[in-house]
């Protein structure tokens, strides 16, 4: 079983930054991709970002491609996701997300497991 818990989100200007943090329990985060996801007010929830266990590889919604970074720190138990030149369309709740199997399935919006989510609010 893993846990996921996100934080960092907040309120920031247009063209801002914030990093956000998804903190894993259970001693096999460091074997699953990772991926975080987002869902703004009346709209489905939609693909951002994944990498795979290592890191190494890494898939960006064509929305946040350039702007933002999914990293991760296995030990820590931690990914990260850097959103940089931020827009008011960014305004969502954000939510960490990993899978028991591949990246693949992040991209395509399945996961075995789920945060909790944090608000990211981009004002104009």
């Known amino acids: 079983q893993v846990q996921l818990v996100e934080s960092g989100g907040g309120l920031v200007q247009a063209g801002g930054s914030l990093r956000l943090s998804c903190a894993a329990s259970g001693r096999t985060f460091n074997t699953y991709p990772m991926g975080w996801f987002r869902q703004a007010p009346g709209k489905e929830r939609e693909f951002v970002a994944a990498?795979?266990?290592?890191?190494?590889?890494?898939y960006y919604a064509d929305s946040v491609k350039g702007r933002f970074t999914i990293s991760r720190d296995n030990a820590k138990n931690t990914v990260y996701l850097q959103m940089n030149s931020l827009k008011p369309e960014d305004t969502a709740v954000y939510y960490c997300a990993a899978d028991r199997s591949s990246s693949s399935r992040l991209r395509v919006g399945m996961a075995d497991y789920w945060g909790q989510g944090t608000q990211v609010t981009v004002s104009s």
């Open positions: 990498s795979n266990w290592a890191g190494s590889s890494t």
